[in-house]
């Protein structure tokens, strides 16, 4: 999948797609639905399947610190989209400037002039320009008028409820990571790159994985029963933190994580933590020894959950 990075970066071989629009946070079945329809009709009308999305999002820009959290960094959403078998992917600085251009301009200089789309596949809701003016009646007066065609999905739903990233991110704050996966079309997970701690974890027989959440604000915090991607050929299962660490005056927001039966060196490694059960919420103990003493207890918790979510799921459907 090419990546093109900023609008200045569109070239004259660029022109001529089927395109869609938006934040794809998650790239979940909504997503994914809308998307396989994008990559369709590429292929019939043989132009390349292309995706427009914004970084940072409109959200992040306007409302900062109170923006939503993501579900998936740029990184991630990149890998997703790529998997759907989109060929293009055109990443918009979303800045003050880029925020003020009016619908207009948005489709006649953007769409029309420098994309060349030549057909357009967006979701019922969806508004753009300055003051989220434009909409789809208006791409379909400005398709009359340049000669590409637009089509508005329906919605797609699970259990009656349309799936969106508001969804999900609220199933994931109630716990629900079933209901989220259901969403996503995957279980929800976290990736990053294992980076050095204050090795406490190792002096209490707990040695944990550190993946730094940066300015990552995640939809998620607590601690969990995990499944590890990357560690080893096989997934590895843990127990894991997302937090603050208030016990040891932690300030930064990052995810720990301690495997099972695991003895190898893990730094600078990107693993993939796929978060399977909520065990509790972080809390701050007394002393380092208390603390020591509940991680003893969630290891064992999520030993004995993930060994029987394993048990039935390994169990032949014919009862052997
Ligand atoms: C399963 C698990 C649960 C944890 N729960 C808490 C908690 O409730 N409160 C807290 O302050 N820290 C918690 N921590 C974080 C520990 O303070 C941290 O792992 C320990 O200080 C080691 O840090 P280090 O990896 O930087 O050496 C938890 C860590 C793990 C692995
Ligand atoms: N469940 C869905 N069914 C069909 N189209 C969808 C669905 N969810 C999103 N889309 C469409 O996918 C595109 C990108 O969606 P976007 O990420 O902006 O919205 P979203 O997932 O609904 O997130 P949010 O909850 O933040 O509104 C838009 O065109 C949107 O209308």
Known sequence: MELIRGIHNIQPQHHGCVLTIGNFDGVHLGHQALLRQVVAKAHAMQLTATVMTFEPQPLELFAGDKAPARLTRFRDKYLQLKKVGIDRLLCVNFNHHFATMSAEDFVECLLVKQLGVKFLVIGDDFRFGQGRNGDFSMLVEAGRKHGFEVVSTQSFC???????????????ANNELEQAEMMLGRPYSIRGRVSHGRKLGRTIGFPTANIPLKRRVTPVAGVYA????????????GVANVGHRPTVKGVRQQLEVHLFDFHADLYGHQLEVVLRHKLRDEKKFESFDALKRQIERDAQTARVWLSERNNVQLRPSNGI
């Open 226 to 237: 995990v499944e590890v991607y990357g560690a080893d050929s096989r997934p590895v299962m």
């Open 158 to 172: 699970v259990s009656e409820q349309r799936v969106s990233s508001t969804a999900i991110r609220q199933a994931l």
